[in-house]
Nanobody, 124 residues
Framework: QVHLVESGGGLVQPGGSLRLSCTPS????????MGWYRQAPGKERELVAS???????TYADSVKGRFTISRDNAYNRIDLQMASLQPEDTAVYYC??????????????????WGQGTLVTVSS
C-alpha cells in the first residue's frame, strides 16, 4: 500500500501564513511530479503548485508571489509555504504524486496518488 501523508492546515487570519507538508509512504521505487491541488466548496479541484523531480515549479496565477513549493528528493517530501493568505484561499488542499511502487512483483507499478486532504480556512 502506498499513501500520501499530509500535515499542516488549519485556521488562519487573513494575511497570515501556513505550511503544508506531504510525504509518500510505502514500498516506493521512485516519485516523479508532485503537487498540491485545492477544492473550495462548490468549485472544481484546481492545481495550486507542482514541482518535478528535477525541481521545475509551476504555480496557479492566483498564488504566484504568495505560495512557494519546495521538494526534498531524499525523502520525496514536498512543502507548500503559503503567505498573505486570503479568504479565497479557503479550501481543502490535496497532495498529489506520480509514483512508481512495488506490489510484490519485479516490475514497479505506476500510481497517481492522492492524499486525504487537509482543510485550510482563512477567516477573521
Amino acid at each position: 500500500q502506498v499513501h500520501l501523508v499530509e500535515s499542516g492546515g488549519g485556521l488562519v487570519q487573513p494575511g497570515g501564513s501556513l505550511r503544508l507538508s506531504c510525504t509518500p509512504s510505502g514500498h516506493i521505487y521512485s516519485v516523479n511530479d508532485m503537487g498540491w491541488y485545492r477544492q473550495a466548496p462548490g468549485k472544481e479541484r484546481e492545481l495550486v503548485a507542482s514541482v518535478t523531480e528535477g525541481g521545475t515549479t509551476t504555480y496557479a496565477d492566483s498564488v504566484k508571489g504568495r505560495f512557494t513549493i519546495s521538494r526534498d528528493n531524499a525523502y520525496n517530501r514536498i512543502d507548500l509555504q503559503m503567505a498573505s493568505l486570503q479568504p479565497e484561499d479557503t479550501a481543502v488542499y490535496y497532495c498529489n504524486a506520480q509514483i512508481l511502487y512495488y506490489d510484490g512483483s519485479y516490475v514497479p507499478r505506476a500510481l497517481d496518488a492522492w492524499g486525504q486532504g487537509t482543510l485550510v480556512t482563512v477567516s477573521s
